[in-house]
């Protein structure tokens, strides 16, 4: 029998259940069969009776406890008025519509949904959030941004290093030609 036969997922069982798994992956541990056997072994250090008996429900929020839910997950977007002055990489528009049935606009939950989207493609920020589309189909769009890290910054100055230091060689020619021809001070 595959090991994975013997998972349930989220079922309780009964103790004789829990304990008929426990013998199942102590047989399987015994398989010719290398990757059944580790795999049986690494399931049976992990295999707990009584999380296997009683698992972990998690509680149904009610609708003040989802927009919580809903606030903290989005908190980590910052919503900019200006392009940051922090070195940023532009990912492009995001957009979201107004469900077509829904006459009353809800805001709140656009820019939730908004910064949602934004944290899926890797997002640290939203600038220059606007309404497009038509009085039946609002859209609200923004441009999400990825600020650097330094480890970024730094390979991006590897990479323009030459050419920096070409600049700053021609810069500093130009600067002893104009002080030569520069007239003296008397």
Known sequence: MPVNMLKKKGARMSLREAQDRVEKLRNLMQSNNPHEAALAASRLHVFDVETARYPKQDPIPSEGEERVNMKRSTVIIDVLDDMPERLHQDLGVVEVEQPPK???VNWEALHAELRDRAQQIGADALVNIHLKGTIQQRVLCATALRYLTPVEIDAIQQ?????????????EQKERRDE???PGID
């Open 180 to 182: 030569s021809f520069a």
């Open 159 to 171: 990479e323009t290093k030459y050419e920096d230091d070409e600049k700053a060689y021609w810069e």
């Open 102 to 104: 829904q006459k009353k």
